[in-house]
């Protein structure tokens, strides 16, 4: 009997009897298909905190709790052979999990939440009664924004050479969110193949305007124009900006002098010193470097790495104190900066319309799921070790003679993922929704209590 047979079955693949040897046999084949996902979905993808998430607290029985938020927020699926459903939602977890499992997307999108029931959308639209009110701030990183800076992998392709960059864009946004737009939700999610997604939670964050949104695109955008070149890296002004400064100061310099530098081997030859060479506004200090590494490619030390060793050289000419101009002490600072400075989708971050792969979501051309990403430990993220859609139906398989009284989901790997977001994300969110949502009822009480005393 081969697997696909078993799971054609649906609830039922795990492997008869209690032959150890059988079941470390039975590899599930890599892929994706709908019967891998139907499995996924019966067992694995966690709708119930999808669903509180999207809830923000109002499937409660508090008297504040808006019943139609939910109803009012949009999801599309991608079914198989690309059929793109848009406007779906769902009343409650159960007909969202049903859903779900009947359709089998392949992908699930999160839009915004409307300002009328998406059912009653087409009696609104005419009079622009229905709109989008509410929606998470969204960003979106992808790898192929990197192709000029990085020489490993391109496109769709991501390595653990190039993902630092990914790492550098967590820790940088990540932070800046925090400390100064003092948002406090905020969850990461590997895209599944070649990038990370950011969701902001913070009711604040959800009220937010296009235009609100706009300016805090801006406030983290430092290159002008196509993003490869340096003339277009905008660091106004004759001071940085404190928050570049902390960027440059606390991830971006250690990430391109002990990561890239290296792995990317940004200066070993020719083609890619010229490159930085390039960046140096003064041609005589370039033209010097370019006869001192020309031609010497072993250097004398040979313990030390030579992309180091030529960094080092660049960095002494430009910040030598002969150099007075502010322009080529700043260059050190600016190569590192287009090296290594998160590039955003602006446009995704700016509109509330915009759709955002759903977490947990199972990317169609690697199977691998789109888990959350830890912020404070993003550098062990390592893409190569996120469970994909075959492995979790192997080890459910594996795991089916142990133990029934664990929860399926804890036995696999998915589990820590889940747990993660759970404890991380959706618990503080749904704590403080809950204290907001008490805050604004009882100071809507004291008002009317208020307005009846006199
Ligand atoms: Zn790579």
């Not at 052979?81 to 769902?90: G, H, N, P, Q, T």
């Not at 509410?134 to 960003?139: H, S, T, V």
Request: charge should be neutral.
């Amino acid at each position: 009997m081969t697997i696909e047979k078993k799971l054609d079955g649906g609830d039922d693949m795990q492997i008869d009897g209690c032959d150890s040897e059988l079941q470390r046999a039975s590899k599930v084949p890599q892929g994706f298909n709908a019967d891998y996902l139907k499995v996924y979905y019966g067992k694995l993808f966690p709708c119930a905190d999808m669903f509180k998430w999207m809830s923000y607290g109002n499937d409660g029985r508090h008297p504040a709790c808006d019943p139609s938020f939910v109803r009012r927020r949009e999801f599309s699926f991608t079914l198989e052979k690309d059929i793109y459903v848009r406007y779906l939602s769902f009343n409650n977890v159960t007909e969202f999990e049903n859903s779900i499992k009947k359709e089998c997307p392949f992908k699930i999108d999160i839009g915004p939440v409307y300002s009328v029931d998406l059912a009653k959308r087409h009696a609104y639209a005419q009079g622009g009664g229905f709109t989008p009110v509410e929606r998470e701030l969204i960003f979106d990183i992808d790898m192929s924004e990197y192709d000029g800076v990085r020489y490993c992998c391109s496109g769709a392709n991501a390595c653990s050479d190039c993902w630092p960059l990914m790492t550098i864009a967590i820790k940088v946004i990540d932070t800046t969110l925090r400390d100064d737009f003092g948002f406090n939700h905020i969850l990461w999610v590997y895209s599944g193949r070649r990038g990370v997604h950011c969701w902001v939670c913070d009711s604040r964050a959800r009220r937010l305007s296009n235009e609100q949104r706009s300016s805090i695109v801006k406030y983290f955008h430092v290159y002008k124009g196509s993003e490869n070149c340096l003339k277009n890296l905008s660091l106004a002004g004759p001071v940085l900006h404190p928050f570049l400064v902390r960027s440059y100061t606390d991830v971006l310099r250690v990430h391109f002098e002990e990561k890239l530098l290296c792995d990317q081997k940004l200066l070993a030859s020719e083609d890619r010193y010229q490159k930085i060479l390039e960046l140096i506004p003064d041609k005589s200090i370039a033209d010097e470097l370019h006869g001192k590494w020309q031609g010497n490619r072993r250097s004398s030390n040979a313990k030390e790495d030579l992309n180091v060793i030529r960094w080092e050289q660049l960095k002494h000419v430009l910040q030598s104190g002969k150099q007075k101009g502010q322009g080529l002490r700043r260059c050190v600072e600016e190569i590192v900066f287009l090296y290594t400075y998160p590039r955003l989708d602006m446009e995704v971050s700016k509109h509330m319309s915009h759709l955002l792969k759903a977490p947990f979501c199972v990317h169609p051309k690697t199977g691998l799921v789109c888990v959350p990403i830890d912020p404070t430990h993003c550098e062990e993220f390592d893409p190569s070790t996120v469970p994909t859609l075959s492995g979790l139906l192997e080890e459910l398989n594996m795991s089916g003679a142990k133990s029934e009284s664990l929860n399926e989901l804890e036995r696999t790997s998915l589990g820590k993922y889940i747990k993660f977001f759970r404890s991380y994300f959706l618990e503080p969110l749904l704590k403080s929704c809950k204290e907001e949502m008490e805050s604004s009822y009882n100071a809507k009480l004291q008002q009317s209590k208020d307005s009846l005393s006199w």
